[in-house]
């Protein structure tokens, strides 16, 4: 073909027909730019194709990701619910020792001694620079301000950690038989089937309890136990709060991907 066009050009030369040769050229010209954007045109259409692919494969990705997330930070809501509702009983067996049930202290302080923490399934979609797949707006957006938003969850599980491990655990250690404690999280409680990987493991180890008298009227009276009680209800609480946020945008995300799934198959 290329050598034709040299034909065609060589003779209109010699035989000086050089306005016939210009308007040849110009065709020419205009011939290899219609090949050169159809040849774009058709690298685009693959591409664009591809992308397109590639992000149907990511929403259906991401779907199993947050609803794996969902399930698993609706769990540690619960936990923290449990929480904040055995530190407010213990307080008010603080106020009022009228109303104590000795067989139940011990439930509602295994309650408060967990430490749940949500360890979500990330994605590399951020930090793999592979955002812009995402074609939604409203969702890219979301996904963009999601991690920030986990770090709000995270901070406090963490500001948690460090209470229990330095005050609130050392104080019941001084004052109440911790062993006690333990044995009501894996013989009375479903604490640790929550905490499990295998959720159907259903073993219990039978932990035996303290043959020490407790004076669960002066153990609940003391006005230190109040002070962390009241620590143990506000960072639980707080941390519920702010997980329930966080949930709001998993549903969020869901609802998105969910509708961009929809007209994908539509």
Known sequence: MIKFFRRIRQRLIE?????????????????VVVGILIALSLNNWKEGRREHQEELET?????EE??????????????RTAMVNAGTMLLGYHDNRSTIIRDSVVVYLARTTVAPT???ITNDLISGGRLYLIQNLELRSKLSKWPSDLVQVTEEEEAWISI???NYLPYLYDHYPVRNITAAKW???????????????????????????????????????ADLLSTVISSSLF???????????????????????????D
Request: net charge positive; hydrophobic share 40%.
């Open 59 to 63: 929403l259906k990705q991401l779907r």
């Open 239 to 265: 941390t519920k709060v702010q997980s329930e946020s966080l949930r709001n945008d998993i549903v969020t995300i869901l609802a998105l991907i969910d509708s961009e799934l929809k007209a994908r198959d």
């Open 15 to 31: 035989e000086s027909r050089f306005s016939k040769y210009l308007i040849y050229a110009i065709g020419e010209i205009i011939l």
């Open 164 to 166: 229990l491990r330095n």
């Open 118 to 120: 949500f360890d979500p």
């Open 66 to 79: 947050f609803r794996a997330n969902l399930l698993q930070l609706d769990e540690k809501i619960s936990m």
């Open 187 to 225: 013989n009375r409680l479903d604490v640790v089937q929550t905490l499990l990987l295998d959720k159907t493991n259903t073993k219990r180890n039978v932990f035996s309890t303290s043959k020490e008298q407790v004076d669960v009227e002066a153990f609940l009276a003391d006005k230190k136990l």
